[in-house]
Nanobody, 111 residues
Framework: QVHLVESGGGLVQAGGSLRLSCAAS????????MSWYRQAPGKQRELVAA???????NYADSVKGRFTISRDNAKNTVYLQMNSLKPEDTAVYYC?????WGQGTQVTVSS
């Protein structure tokens, strides 16, 4: 079971970009799916993007065309590139492997 640490969150204006990183304490080569979730205040945690080890990706409809998930197996790191950010993207973003969650990183988008 790997330990996950997210980074890269912050405050950005609407229309801006951020790149989140999720560093794993061990290899992610054997982890079939790595995912990003988010949770806004008063709302349930929701899937944002997922990436299979084969390279297949899946995105929430609300972020398609704006967010891109990628993984660097050599660095044991998963990324979430977020472009054209909107105030409704404001949330705590979490990285998830099969059995582990990171501690989350706050993303705030101002209008």
């Amino acid at each position: 079971q790997v330990h996950l640490v997210e980074s890269g969150g912050g405050l950005v204006q609407a229309g801006g970009s951020l790149r989140l990183s999720c560093a794993a304490s061990g290899t992610i080569l054997t982890i079939p799916i790595m995912s990003w979730y988010r949770q806004a205040p008063g709302k349930q945690r929701e899937l944002v993007a997922a990436m299979h080890s084969s390279g297949l990706t899946n995105y929430a409809d609300s972020v398609k065309g704006r967010f891109t998930i990628s993984r660097d197996n050599a660095k044991n790191t998963v990324y979430l590139q977020m472009n054209s950010l909107k105030p409704e993207d404001t949330a705590v973003y979490y990285c998830k492997s099969v059995a582990s969650w990171g501690q989350g990183t706050q993303v705030t988008v101002s209008s």
